[in-house]
């Protein structure tokens, strides 16, 4: 079965930096597009990044130039580096194909705040 593990998330202060990752199995990685979403609290959960299988990208217009997604076929991972974060990055992180499984993985929560 599906099964997607994120990692990475912590307490940053505003400006500062992560990397989030994501493990993959139970699909054959290779072949999906996959991205990263986010939910805030008390807003629905939104596309940030995304990588194709060629390994193009695209980005919300919120996260353009500030994040950057790649992904490693071999490991089946997903990564997203996070730079320059904003209060606002606040939210739980997930991965997931693109378009999204039915299924979750439980996310990594990113908090920034001074």
């Known amino acids: 079965q599906v099964q997607l593990v994120e990692s990475g998330g912590g307490l940053v202060q505003p400006g500062g930096s992560l990397r989030l990752s994501c493990a993959a199995s139970?699909?054959?990685?290779?072949?999906?597009?996959m991205g990263w979403y986010r939910q805030a609290p008390g807003k629905q959960r939104e596309l940030v990044a995304s990588?194709?299988?060629?390994?193009?990208?695209n980005y919300a217009d919120s996260v353009n130039g500030r994040f950057t997604i790649s992904r490693d076929n071999a490991k089946k991972m997903v990564y997203l580096q996070m730079n320059s974060l904003k209060p606002e990055d606040t939210a739980v992180y997930y991965c997931?194909?693109?378009?999204?499984?039915?299924?979750w993985g439980q996310g990594t929560q990113v908090t920034v705040s001074a």
């Open positions: 990588i194709t299988i060629g390994g193009f990208t």
């Open positions: 139970g699909f054959v990685f290779s072949i999906y597009a």
């Open positions: 997931n194909a693109k378009p999204a499984f039915g299924y």
